[in-house]
């Protein structure tokens, strides 16, 4: 189960707190709310410090997105570098 806080910190800038389990269920949610702030122009700060555990599609997400908005507080279990993720089947780096 995830906890999603949006909290405005300005006209201009957003930030918003994640808490618990970010899931496949609580992916697309994250997502949304991240694009709808940034389609309107807003500066989006994502603070991961409370997150226990996320799914290959969070990490695929938050990926994505990096470019997008600022991460706060990332735990050390996530790693946003493509070059440190490998394919266990390949055993190539991806």
Do not use: W, Y
């Not at 694009?35 to 695929?60: Q, T």
């Amino acid at each position: 189960m995830v906890h999603i806080k949006e909290t405005f910190l300005d006209g201009q800038s957003i930030k918003i707190k994640v808490d618990g389990i970010l899931d496949e269920s609580s992916v697309p949610l994250l997502e949304d709310l991240c694009c709808m702030h940034l389609r309107e122009e807003k500066k989006v700060f994502v603070d991961l410090k409370s997150i226990v555990s996320i799914c290959r599609e969070g990490i695929n997400l938050l990926q994505r997105m990096q470019e997008k908005v600022t991460f706060l507080n990332l735990p050390p279990f996530i790693s946003l570098n493509r070059q440190r993720l490998s394919n266990p089947i390949a055993g190539k780096k991806s």
